[in-house]
């Protein structure tokens, strides 16, 4: 069987299959078409509506909300939560630099600790170190006097010089332990206080910018639990396949009244594309219907 009009079968298959993919496109993707409202609006259902809201003749979930309202919303809750995020971001580096602060006081803490404590220890056994130099000096001239007196005398001098020097080092040795033992049951007592208050002040920004941190997630929370409630509550749209046949005829015709407005770039791809092949096979039957008219 010849098709005597392949012009005007191709015209309609475009119509058909955008029509398809348009259908398809929006079924996976329900933000790539938007309904004009507008254009789309139902005054004497809506009344209806009204009108027998109290009683069961109407079963509107009054719950809903309109789909500008959907957009209004989401969009104040998205600012909402990408402030937080720009802040959590903020907050993060502030955390980052005060826990790197707090690593490098502590550090200086340590040393200025170990220095503050040798310190005390040092003072605690200094009498008896400079007893012990007397003691070692004294040690010396009993040595250099060795062939100057009788053998036995010198033996005995440097034998209780020995001891004397041997209980110096042992008063040395007490000290020191009552030292360590002390600051080690004191051990605040030997901090820098300067830096014990800066690390004070690190560790409150710390948890300043923790606490803040938690109030932010909190909200992102929040956020989302929002929107998930807005998505439970929003409108579907009712739209079906006849729609979008009414849309694709609009487009290959150059005639859409814009109460169905693409909204993905895809969806405009596919537009072109259509109006392109529309304009295309228009052109071809113009041409041949003034070719006929011509001939004739």
């Keep these: 069987m010849k098709i005597k009009n392949k012009a005007a079968v191709f015209y309609s298959l475009i119509i058909l299959f955008f029509a398809v993919v348009y259908y398809v496109t929006w079924s996976v993707n329900p933000d790539s078409f938007i309904k004009n409202n507008a254009l789309n609006s139902t005054p004497v259902r809506n009344a209806i509506n009204l009108a027998f809201s109290y009683n069961d003749v109407a079963h509107e979930d009054y719950d809903n909300i309109s789909n500008e309202d959907f957009s209004e919303e989401i969009l104040k809750e998205k600012k909402k939560f990408d402030r937080m995020v720009s802040q959590n971001i903020n907050l993060e580096r502030i955390l980052s630099q005060q826990e790197s602060n707090l690593k490098l006081i502590g550090e200086k803490l340590s040393k200025a600790w170990a220095r503050n404590t040798q310190a005390y220890v040092d003072e605690m056994s200094l009498k008896h170190r400079n007893e012990l130099i007397i003691k070692e000096n004294e040690h010396k001239a009993i040595l250099s006097r060795k062939n100057k007196i009788h053998e036995s005398q010198f033996d005995i001098m440097l034998a209780d010089k020995n001891i004397e020097i041997s209980e110096v080092k042992l008063r040395i040795a007490i000290a020191e332990h009552d030292a360590s033992e002390y600051f080690l049951s004191h051990v605040g007592d030997f901090n820098d206080p300067k830096l014990v208050s800066e690390l004070n002040i690190v560790n409150k920004k710390i948890d300043d910018t923790r606490a803040k941190l938690i109030i932010n997630n909190e909200g992102m929370v929040k956020i989302r639990n929002n929107a998930q409630v807005l998505l439970n509550k929003r409108q579907k749209e009712d739209l079906n396949f006849w ?7 609009g487009i290959s015709t150059t ?18 594309i259509q109006l392109l092949l529309s304009i295309l096979v228009l052109a071809n039957v113009t041409q041949s219907f003034l070719s006929k008219n011509k001939n004739s």
């Design 255 to 272: 005639t859409t009244f814009g109460d169905l407005v693409a909204n993905s770039r895809l969806i405009r791809m596919l537009v072109c």
């Design 243 to 249: 729609d979008f046949t009414f849309y694709s005829i």
